[in-house]
């Protein structure tokens, strides 16, 4: 599971991070990044096979969709059954792309509420997540960008916290899921390996999303 993480580095260090060309998205650093807002994404063009960053709303909509207001928007797709989900299969095959962020946020049951928690790497390094996007044009005209994060099961360091993590993909694996070169892009959909990532309770301002800032990422006592 994934429900808001935080992007902080300028878009213009993302695309020289993943080796994207052309014109990047004026999106402003977002430590709360929610459901049905934009983020940057990375996706392979299909005419020059060149990297370009854009911004895509979170929560894929089908580009099948018949009714824009009533459809569902999935925020995460399951990696184990991607592959066999309609709403998924195509962009599976032909439409993946990477979810740069520097951290993303779950939530832990206590006595006293949810806590929730921020999670990285460990190396202080940008996450690369596993997602998918599609483009749907409405009656008139109308062009709409989306994507939506795949998840796997939590490996053993984050099982405490939780039984589902986003698929974390490490920048050799980068080529093959964008379709940039041969291999397997099922055989990526796999927990991170232990060691990669750490995580560290944070604040319940979190949990508004109108809350924002650096300070989302402060570590609490």
Known sequence: MCGRFASQLPPDAIAR???????????????????????????????????????LT?????HFTKDLKA??????????????AGMFRGALAARRCLVPADAFYE???????????????????PLAFAGLWEGW?????????????????ANADLAPLHTRMPVILEPGAWPVWLGECEGAPSALL??????????????????NVRNNGAALLDAIQ
Not at 26 to 45: C, G, I, S
Not at 190 to 204: C, D, H, I, Q
């Open 71 to 84: 459809c569902t928007r999935p925020i995460n797709a399951r990696s184990e059954s991607a592959a066999t």
């Open 58 to 62: 979170w929560g894929l909509v089908p």
């Open 107 to 125: 939530w832990r049951s206590t006595a006293d509420g949810k806590q929730p928690y921020a999670i990285a790497r460990a190396d202080g390094a």
């Open 190 to 207: 796999k927990p991170a390996a232990e060691g990669v990532v750490r995580f560290w309770p944070v604040s319940r301002a979190v949990n």
């Open 137 to 153: 044009r409405g009656p008139d005209g109308e062009t709409l960008r989306s994507f939506t994060i795949l998840t796997t099961r």
């Open 17 to 55: 991070l993943f080796q994207a060309v052309g014109d990047v998205p004026n999106l402003p650093a977002n430590w709360n990044v929610a459901p049905t807002q934009q983020a940057m994404v990375v996706r392979r063009h299909a005419a020059s096979g060149e990297r370009r960053l854009d911004a």
